[in-house]
T-cell receptor, first 116, second 115 residues
Framework: EAGVAQSPRYKIIEKRQSVAFWCNPISGHATLYWYQQILGQGPKLLIQFQNNGVVDDSQLPKDRFSAERLKGVDSTLKIQPAKLEDSAVYLC??????????????FGPGTRLTVT | AQSVAQPEDQVNVAEGNPLTVKCTYSVSGNPYLFWYVQYPNRGLQFLLKYITGDNLVKGSYGFEAEFNKSQTSFHLKKPSALVSDSALYFCAVRDISGGSYIPTFGRGTSLIVHP
């Protein structure tokens, strides 16, 4: 079984530029998550999808971050414009379970973003 | 509000010795509790979870964790550590009574197993 795929693995941009990350979850997984992991901290959930609908985006900075999962499969996370404090690893995860259950998540390798 | 604490930034143990990685939590209702492991340049991997029932939960790679409601703890344990267990370990909690689907992760504990 193929795991969660993410691209790119690394990205360096200047502040105020835009960036997009892509995630392809495990086949058949209905639920998809985006996390931000700042160095020295645990992952922080940004947004959770179930199929192509948003379950929770209460921790997503909507003035600059956006995410979509149009066909209920792969997803993109965008930052526009980027700030220095957005430097982090962005993790995508998926789960076969429905939101609200005691799910375990399967994580991708992450995209390391450096904003200069 | 829910929170989780991993009081140790780093745990050092000799190969073959038992290991414990500590986690305490705070929730308003009842918790779902999880442990994940992160190897360098790789995503997090699920180890084990507590939902309900037996307080001792067994997971992958010989790890286990004990849920202690009175002490609000969920410590990760392994009877005999391996060098390959060296990694970053994260505890996570979700308050199933809170109406939120958001898990909260701890800051992580770096486990170093010396040969």
């Amino acid at each position: 079984e193929a795991g969660v795929a993410q691209s790119p693995r690394y990205k360096i941009i200047e502040k105020r530029q835009s960036v997009a990350f892509w995630c392809n979850p495990i086949s058949g997984h209905a639920t998809l998550y985006w996390y931000q992991q700042i160095l020295g901290q645990g992952p922080k959930l940004l947004i959770q999808f179930q199929n192509n609908g948003v379950v929770d985006d209460s921790q997503l900075p909507k003035d600059r971050f956006s995410a979509e999962r149009l066909k209920g499969v792969d997803s993109t996370l965008k930052i526009q414009p980027a700030k220095l404090e957005d430097s982090a690893v962005y993790l995508c995860a998926s789960s076969t379970r429905l939101a609200g259950t005691a799910y375990e998540q399967y994580f991708g390798p992450g995209t390391r973003l450096t904003v200069t | 509000a829910q929170s989780v604490a991993q009081p140790e930034d780093q745990v050092n143990v000799a190969e073959g010795n038992p290991l414990t990685v500590k986690c305490t939590y705070s929730v308003s209702g009842n918790p779902y509790l999880f442990w994940y492991v992160q190897y360098p340049n790789r995503g997090l991997q699920f180890l084990l979870k507590y939902i309900t029932g037996d307080n001792l939960v067994k997971g992958s790679y010989g790890f286990e964790a004990e849920f202690n409601k009175s002490q609000t703890s969920f410590h990760l344990k392994k009877p005999s550590a391996l060098v390959s267990d060296s990694a970053l370990y994260f505890c996570a909690v979700r308050d199933i009574s809170g109406g939120s689907y958001i898990p909260t992760f701890g800051r992580g504990t770096s486990l170093i197993v010396h040969p």
